[in-house]
């Protein structure tokens, strides 16, 4: 019999409710440290105590005479991989995932070790028992104060972009804002720990995973272990949260390093306190903003230079100065990244990269512009607003920032905002309100998807997709039902397993844009086979697709989603306590596939914009290396208390060069919002804040209107 599509459904743009949530809130779900397996053993990562030098000697002796220990793998006798190749994303994986390659320490928490064991509790104990002696070497954590080894680097574009003559331009000017705006290190967090089980069956590697896209650590695992790709399996079915930290780590090599020892599955699972060394973090940052505008407000010159840190064995860059790049225009429009080496972990993406840290110095420097100008924070920006790429010069395939700016300050009741800093008040409170500019580039890559229709009138469609708490899953449910013209009941979505073949990761905000697209375009391939009418076999009739050529057709232009923060926040200068009481967000950020779980997307980047402004930091001791309190209450993060009412909306924005008209939005929520909650409080205070967080000492010491 042949399959006969049901009448088209529009599922795509209504409310769905994931089709995998009842089996998250019933436990039914398996995550990666959950799954179990026969002969199972656990491994326990041992982490340097020193922050540089030399490891002298293990004494493994001691602990594989412990209750359980089948193994200590370090430096010595460890399997030896190879690291020297460009990988998925096209570069060369950092060298903390090439784990007991040498007795070099770069920094601390360096793994030196692993300890397996029968249990996981055998296996604690034995690694807190495990004596290892070091050679110490001076070590330099500190990021403050000058770094004259800092050095640019190209990231997604060139580390420094200039045109027009900057000093020239700031010399005519009638206003001008010069400013320093630093950001600490943060950290992603995740409430699923990173987790990996390695098993060899019939000469076939078998990771169970918990990360951002089975294709990417498979073919990096195959590359550092020499083997052939077909011999390495990834699964990954769900993540609880990743944000950038879930790519290819330590734990993931030592799990095969052990697997392959002991000649049994072996499971390794980060703790919490691990993830603060091992899982990346987002580099602090200084950064520099120097605007020169008319005194009507239309800039004349723009310079936004970035330092950021990474460690001294890998070289990433927080691109902090990017968004400017997109923003706004200026005769002389001069942009850089720069690093300096530190003894200190990798950074690695964390949610917005570049452009969460960015947004916060260029949309605080926007403002401290509109004051001086004497003009409205929104006008300012409509009176800079680009028809092209500021640097880039190419059209964009979709600009409606504007229009953005324009609901939300509808809906906030911006009109009625008297412009004067610190005349607000509720009883003990000054109150503010703070506006910002959000923007996040809306990319493609190349993926490919099978789709089957099966003879009960069902549809499968697998993809490698990862669905990292963000609702993906549910959303290419939609995608395929409207593009196989059925409910999407009838459609079963399969995803995370890396024979299914080479897909992108959920990274960039590009991970629904680039499945959905290749699930349409095997979608279509489908319809014209069922359309020839043909009997289905009991096993169905598959057609797969790959969109590379279509994707490397496209046109070039700036391709971002865009967004309007708005914020409301009550500051108590007696005590520095500062609280937001509202905040609204309006986004243009292509269709949008699943309004419930893409809701959830924007309020959760809006409340992690919160906690970037009041409270998260992370502080290394100058003197050890470490961390300060390298846990959840040593490093705050906004709780319910502290988030207010958040509203987050949309503008009707398709993208017309794709065939859903997705752009992406996983990130862009949080950008920007730390800038107008830090605009917001100096408009109760009159003070500006340009060091995050914003916590109440830095309130006490800077005062405000009493």
Same mark, same amino acid.
């Given at each position: 019999?042949?399959?006969?599509?049901?009448?088209? +459904?529009?599922?795509?743009?209504?409310?769905?409710?994931?089709?995998?949530?009842?089996?998250?809130?019933?436990?039914?779900?398996?995550?990666?440290?959950?799954?179990?397996?026969?002969?199972?053993?656990?491994?326990?990562?041992?982490?340097?105590?020193?922050?540089?030098?030399?490891?002298?000697?293990?004494?493994?002796?001691?602990?594989?005479?412990?209750?359980?220990?089948?193994?200590?793998?370090?430096?010595?006798?460890?399997?030896?991989?190879?690291?020297?190749?460009?990988?998925?994303?096209?570069?060369?994986?950092?060298?903390?995932?090439?784990?007991?390659?040498?007795?070099?320490?770069?920094?601390?928490?360096?793994?030196?070790?692993? %300890?397996?064991?029968?249990?996981?509790?055998?296996?604690?104990?034995?690694?807190?028992?495990?004596?290892?002696?070091?050679?110490?070497?001076?070590?330099?954590?500190?990021?403050?104060?000058?770094?004259?080894?800092?050095?640019?680097?190209?990231?997604?574009?060139?580390?420094?972009?200039?045109?027009?003559?900057?000093?020239? !331009?700031?010399?005519?000017?009638?206003?001008?804002?010069?400013?320093?705006?630093?950001?600490?290190?943060?950290?992603?967090?995740?409430?699923?720990?990173?987790?990996?089980?390695?098993?060899?069956?019939?000469?076939?590697?078998?990771?169970?995973?918990? &990360?951002?896209?089975?294709?990417?650590?498979?073919?990096?695992?195959?590359?550092?272990?020499?083997?052939?790709?077909?011999?390495?399996? %990834?699964?990954?079915?769900?993540?609880?949260?990743?944000?950038?930290?879930?790519?290819?780590?330590?734990?993931?090599?030592?799990?095969?390093?052990?697997?392959?020892?002991?000649?049994?599955?072996?499971?390794?699972? #980060?703790? $919490?306190?691990?993830?603060?060394?091992?899982?990346?973090?987002?580099?602090?940052?200084?950064?520099?903003?120097?605007?020169?505008?008319?005194?009507?407000?239309?800039?004349?010159?723009?310079?936004?230079?970035?330092?950021?840190?990474?460690?001294?064995?890998?070289?990433?860059?927080?691109?902090?100065?990017?968004?400017? /790049?997109?923003?706004?225009?200026? =005769?002389?429009?001069?942009?850089? &990244?720069?690093?300096?080496?530190?003894?200190?972990?990798?950074?690695?993406?964390?949610? !917005?990269?570049?452009?969460?840290?960015?947004?916060?110095?260029?949309?605080?420097?926007?403002?401290?512009?509109?004051?001086? *100008?004497?003009?409205?924070?929104?006008?300012?920006?409509? $009176?800079?607003?680009?028809?092209?790429?500021?640097?880039?010069?190419?059209?964009?395939?979709?600009?409606?920032?504007?229009? *953005?700016?324009?609901?939300?300050?509808?809906?906030?009741?911006?009109?009625?905002?008297?412009?004067?800093?610190?005349?607000? /008040?509720?009883?003990?409170?000054?109150?503010?309100?703070?506006?910002?500019?959000?923007?996040?580039?809306?990319?493609?890559?190349?993926?490919?998807?099978?789709?089957? !229709?099966?003879? =009960?009138?069902?549809?499968?469609?697998?993809?490698?997709?990862?669905?990292?708490?963000?609702?993906?899953?549910?959303?290419?449910?939609?995608?395929?039902?409207?593009?196989?013209?059925?409910?999407?009941?009838?459609? $079963?979505?399969?995803?995370?397993?890396?024979?299914?073949?080479?897909?992108?990761?959920?990274?960039?905000?590009?991970?629904?844009?680039?499945?959905?697209?290749?699930?349409?375009?095997?979608?279509?391939?489908?319809?014209?086979?069922?359309?020839?009418?043909?009997?289905?076999?009991?096993?169905?009739?598959?057609?797969?697709?790959?969109?590379?050529?279509?994707?490397?057709? @496209?046109?070039?232009?700036?391709?971002?989603?865009?967004?309007?923060?708005?914020?409301?926040?009550?500051?108590?200068?007696?005590?520095?306590?500062?609280?937001?009481?509202? #905040? @609204?967000?309006?986004?243009?950020?292509?269709?949008?596939? &699943?309004?419930?779980?893409?809701?959830?997307?924007?309020?959760?980047?809006?409340?992690?914009?919160?906690?970037?402004?009041?409270?998260?930091?992370?502080?290394?001791?100058?003197?050890?290396?470490?961390?300060?309190?390298?846990?959840?209450?040593?490093?705050?993060?906004?709780?319910?208390?502290?988030?207010?009412?958040?509203?987050?909306?949309?503008?009707?924005?398709?993208?017309?060069?794709?065939?859903?008209?997705?752009?992406?939005?996983?990130?862009?929520?949080?950008?920007?919002?730390?800038?107008?909650?830090?605009? !917001?409080?100096?408009?109760?205070?009159?003070? +500006?804040?340009?060091?995050?967080?914003?916590?109440?000492?830095?309130?006490?010491?800077?005062?405000?209107?009493?």
């Amino acid at each position: 019999m042949t399959t006969a599509p049901t009448a088209r +459904r529009n599922s795509v743009g209504t409310a769905h409710t994931r089709v995998e949530g009842r089996d998250k809130i019933t436990g039914a779900a398996r995550y990666a440290g959950e799954i179990p397996f026969a002969s199972l053993a656990h491994g326990w990562l041992v982490l340097s105590t020193v922050a540089r030098g030399r490891v002298r000697a293990v004494e493994d002796g001691p602990v594989l005479a412990m209750p359980g220990v089948v193994a200590v793998l370090h430096h010595q006798n460890a399997p030896r991989v190879d690291i020297d190749f460009v990988g998925l994303l096209g570069v060369p994986p950092d060298p903390t995932a090439a784990v007991f390659q040498h007795d070099r320490v770069p920094h601390r928490g360096w793994p030196v070790a692993l %300890v397996v064991a029968d249990t996981s509790e055998q296996a604690r104990e034995a690694a807190e028992a495990l004596v290892v002696h070091y050679d110490t070497e001076p070590h330099d954590v500190a990021f403050g104060g000058e770094h004259p080894d800092a050095y640019p680097v190209d990231n997604h574009g060139p580390a420094v972009a200039e045109k027009g003559d900057l000093e020239g !331009a700031l010399a005519a000017s009638a206003v001008v804002v010069d400013a320093e705006y630093t950001t600490p290190e943060e950290h992603h967090n995740p409430m699923e720990p990173h987790a990996a089980t390695a098993r060899w069956d019939g000469g076939r590697l078998e990771l169970v995973d918990s &990360n951002q896209g089975t294709t990417w650590v498979a073919s990096e695992l195959a590359r550092m272990f020499s083997l052939d790709p077909a011999a390495v399996r %990834v699964r990954s079915e769900h993540v609880g949260g990743g944000f950038g930290s879930k790519g290819l780590r330590a734990h993931q090599v030592a799990a095969v390093m052990a697997a392959t020892t002991v000649g049994r599955p072996v499971r390794v699972v #980060m703790t $919490r306190r691990q993830m603060f060394t091992l899982a990346g973090h987002r580099s602090p940052t200084r950064q520099r903003l120097r605007l020169g505008a008319d005194a009507d407000g239309r800039l004349r010159a723009l310079e936004h230079r970035s330092l950021s840190a990474t460690s001294t064995v890998y070289e990433f860059i927080e691109s902090a100065a990017l968004p400017a /790049r997109t923003m706004y225009d200026a =005769d002389a429009h001069h942009t850089a &990244n720069r690093v300096v080496r530190l003894d200190v972990p990798t950074p690695t993406w964390m949610r !917005a990269p570049g452009e969460a840290p960015g947004s916060f110095a260029l949309e605080s420097a926007f403002d401290e512009l509109a004051e001086k *100008c004497g003009l409205d924070p929104i006008e300012l920006r409509a $009176r800079n607003e680009p028809d092209r790429g500021p640097v880039s010069g190419l059209p964009f395939s979709g600009r409606h920032l504007l229009a *953005c700016f324009h609901e939300g300050a509808r809906r906030f009741g911006w009109a009625d905002r008297d412009p004067r800093p610190g005349v607000r /008040r509720d009883g003990r409170w000054l109150l503010g309100t703070g506006t910002a500019a959000a923007s996040f580039p809306a990319g493609a890559a190349p993926s490919t998807a099978a789709a089957t !229709a099966h003879p =009960d009138g069902t549809f499968t469609v697998r993809i490698n997709a990862a669905d990292i708490g963000t609702g993906a899953r549910t959303a290419l449910t939609l995608v395929a039902a409207d593009a196989l013209e059925t409910a999407p009941e009838q459609v $079963r979505v399969r995803i995370g397993d890396s024979d299914l073949g080479p897909a992108f990761i959920a990274g960039g905000s590009m991970g629904t844009r680039s499945w959905a697209w290749a699930v349409t375009a095997a979608a279509a391939g489908l319809r014209e086979r069922l359309a020839l009418g043909a009997d289905l076999p009991p096993e169905g009739i598959t057609v797969r697709s790959d969109t590379t050529e279509a994707i490397g057709a @496209l046109a070039q232009k700036e391709r971002h989603s865009f967004g309007a923060q708005f914020a409301e926040v009550a500051v108590d200068v007696g005590t520095g306590e500062v609280r937001v009481r509202r #905040m @609204l967000g309006i986004f243009a950020a292509g269709r949008i596939v &699943n309004p419930l779980t893409a809701r959830g997307q924007f309020i959760g980047g809006m409340t992690w914009g919160i906690s970037m402004a009041l409270h998260e930091e992370a502080v290394r001791d100058h003197a050890f290396g470490g961390h300060y309190g390298a846990d959840l209450a040593g490093y705050h993060v906004a709780s319910h208390a502290d988030v207010p009412p958040v509203e987050a909306d949309w503008i009707d924005d398709p993208d017309p060069d794709d065939p859903v008209g997705i752009k992406g939005i996983g990130e862009i929520g949080i950008v920007g919002a730390a800038a107008a909650i830090a605009n !917001a409080v100096w408009h109760a205070t009159g003070v +500006r804040h340009r060091e995050l967080p914003i916590r109440p000492d830095r309130v006490l010491r800077a005062g405000g209107h009493a």
